[in-house]
C-alpha cells in the first residue's frame, strides 16, 4: 500500500526547492496540446500519487530527477509564449501534481492572470486554506480528477488507502465554500474506465450531495491505450472495462 503523504515527502525531497525567497520545481517540456480546444502546457516532475493508468508516468509523474530547474517566473513566461504563438486562451501545468509546492503553483497563476489556468489536481492536497488561496484567483478553473468511482476501485487503481478517495471529494467541498462556482470555476472529473454502470451512478449520488449541479458536468475520463501505459497496467493487474485508442476510438476491453 502507498501512502500519498509520504510519497509526498520524498517528492518534494527532489523536485521541490527554494532559492533566494522563491520555490522552483522540476519541469520535463512545455508544449501546445489539444486538449481543451487548445492549451499551453508545462509538463512537471513529480506526483503524489501511483496510479495503474498514468500516460505520463515514464516521464513526469511517478519520476523524481528528471527535468530542470524553474521559477514560477520562467514557467510563466514559457507557457505564455506558446499561448501567444497559437492563439490560446488556456494555460495549465500537467504531467504531474501541480499543487505540490503550492506558493510555487500558485505564483505561477499569478504570473499568467491574463490567462485562464486550467488547475489539474487529484484534490488530496487541496485543504480549506488552499482552497481560499485558488477562489482568490479569478483565472483559476480547478477541475478536480477523481480516481474511480468508489473508494474500493480508488484503492485499486492508485494502490493507496481508500480513504484518500473522500478527501478527493473534500477538496471540490472546500472550494465550493471558498466561494467557486460549481461548473464554472470547478468541476469534477473522474477515471472511469475500470466502473461498472452501477458505481458510476454511486459517484454521481455522492456529487449530488456536495452540490447538485455537479453530477451535469461531471468530465469522464477513460484510460488511453499508449503501450506504455498497457504496459503498466499489466504489470499492476489492471484490466480497463473502456478505453480510448490515442486516437480516440472506443476499446471495450471486456
Known amino acids: 500500500m502507498i501512502n500519498p503523504e509520504r510519497l509526498l515527502e520524498l517528492v518534494e525531497r527532489y523536485t521541490v526547492k527554494a532559492e533566494g525567497g522563491v520555490v522552483y520545481r522540476r519541469y520535463r517540456r512545455f508544449r501546445a496540446d489539444r486538449w481543451y480546444g487548445g492549451i499551453a502546457t508545462a509538463d512537471v516532475v513529480g506526483c503524489n500519487l501511483r496510479c495503474g493508468m498514468c500516460w505520463a508516468w515514464r516521464n513526469t509523474s511517478f519520476v523524481l530527477t528528471a527535468g530542470q530547474w524553474m521559477p514560477p517566473e520562467e514557467v510563466a513566461e514559457r507557457l505564455r509564449k506558446i499561448a501567444r504563438e497559437r492563439g490560446y486562451e488556456q494555460v495549465r501545468i500537467s504531467g504531474g501534481e501541480p499543487l505540490i509546492a503550492p506558493r510555487h503553483a500558485l505564483a505561477v497563476i499569478d504570473e499568467l492572470r491574463d490567462y485562464v489556468f486550467v488547475v489539474e489536481t487529484n484534490g488530496i492536497l487541496i485543504d480549506r486554506a488552499l482552497a481560499r488561496e485558488l477562489a482568490a484567483r479569478p483565472n483559476a478553473v480547478v477541475r478536480v480528477s477523481i480516481k474511480g468511482a468508489t473508494p474500493e476501485e480508488f484503492e485499486k487503481i492508485t494502490r493507496s488507502p481508500r480513504a484518500y478517495f473522500h478527501r478527493q471529494l473534500e477538496a471540490i467541498r472546500h472550494l465550493l465554500e471558498s466561494g467557486l462556482t460549481p461548473c464554472r470555476d470547478v468541476y469534477p472529473a473522474a ?8 458505481s458510476e451512478r454511486d459517484l454521481k449520488r455522492r456529487l449530488e450531495a456536495v452540490d447538485p449541479r455537479l453530477p451535469q458536468c461531471l468530465d469522464v475520463e477513460y ?6 501505459v498497457v504496459k503498466l497496467m499489466e504489470t499492476r493487474g489492471l484490466k480497463p472495462i473502456r478505453a480510448v485508442t490515442p486516437s480516440g476510438i472506443p476499446a471495450f476491453m471486456i
Not at 192 to 198: M, P, V
Request: a negative charge.
Open 191 to 198: 477515471m472511469l474506465g475500470f466502473s461498472t454502470e452501477e
Open 223 to 228: 484510460v488511453i491505450l499508449y503501450p506504455h
